[in-house]
């Protein structure tokens, strides 16, 4: 019966991870979850005409749901807050979403695209920082940063990296903390 003992290992092992998790961090069951409500909150703004889904970018933490990047007015910002409300699961929703009117010429949004690329490196590389929790987006120069992390010591540390690779502008700090 060697497959007994393996099956003993491995719900053992999974108990010993599940029990070593600190509380910031979701389960598995947690992760699942927020990543279904994340593709039901996607797929409401994209089939909603009064939203700009391609340009909304959502994130989500047992259930908090949060919405960055751009929409093209007021009005279609506080309809992508309605929109994320009415997807059930939706525990709470934090509309960080800035409204930018105008479209960008060629060059600006490849400049645009190669200063994104720039900050996720620097947040990749750096210390004190889990780029993987930090969602980078620009816009004209001006750096976004949303998510979710783990203190507010991380929060800061993920601005101070954005705020220090050329060409930025300014950094708008979006992040939440757990």
């Given at each position: 019966?060697?497959?007994?003992?393996?099956?003993?290992?491995?719900?053992?092992?999974?108990?010993?991870?599940?029990?070593?998790?600190?509380?910031?961090?979701?389960?598995?069951?947690?992760?699942?979850?927020?990543?279904?409500?994340?593709?039901?909150?996607?797929?409401?703004?994209?089939?909603?005409?009064?939203?700009?889904?391609?340009?909304?970018?959502?994130?989500?933490?047992?259930?908090?749901?949060?919405?960055?990047?751009?929409a093209g007015s007021e009005d279609k910002k506080q309809a992508?807050?309605?929109?994320?409300?009415?997807?059930?699961?939706?525990?709470?929703?934090?509309?960080?979403?800035?409204?930018?009117?105008?479209?960008?010429?060629?060059?600006?949004?490849?400049?645009?695209?190669?200063?994104?690329?720039?900050?996720?490196?620097?947040?990749?590389?750096?210390?004190?920082?889990?780029?993987?929790?930090?969602?980078?987006e620009v816009e004209r120069g001006v750096v976004s940063l949303?998510?979710?992390?783990?203190?507010?010591?991380?929060?800061?540390?993920?601005?101070?990296?954005?705020?220090?690779?050329?060409?930025?502008?300014?950094?708008?700090?979006?992040?939440?903390?757990?």
């Amino acid at each position: 019966m060697p497959w007994a003992r393996y099956l003993l290992l491995s719900v053992l092992a999974v108990a010993s991870a599940a029990c070593a998790v600190p509380e910031v961090k979701r389960s598995a069951g947690e992760q699942i979850d927020d990543t279904i409500l994340l593709s039901r909150v996607k797929t409401a703004l994209l089939g909603n005409d009064q939203t700009d889904g391609m340009a909304i970018d959502v994130e989500v933490f047992r259930g908090r749901v949060q919405l960055n990047g751009t929409a093209g007015s007021e009005d279609k910002k506080q309809a992508a807050t309605a929109v994320a409300r009415a997807v059930p699961g939706v525990e709470e929703v934090e509309n960080n979403l800035r409204v930018v009117t105008g479209s960008r010429r060629t060059g600006e949004y490849l400049d645009d695209k190669v200063l994104e690329a720039r900050v996720a490196t620097a947040l990749a590389r750096a210390d004190g920082v889990n780029a993987f929790d930090v969602e980078v987006e620009v816009e004209r120069g001006v750096v976004s940063l949303g998510g979710f992390v783990n203190s507010s010591a991380e929060r800061r540390r993920a601005d101070e990296i954005a705020a220090e690779v050329e060409y930025t502008r300014r950094v708008v700090n979006n992040i939440s903390i757990r």
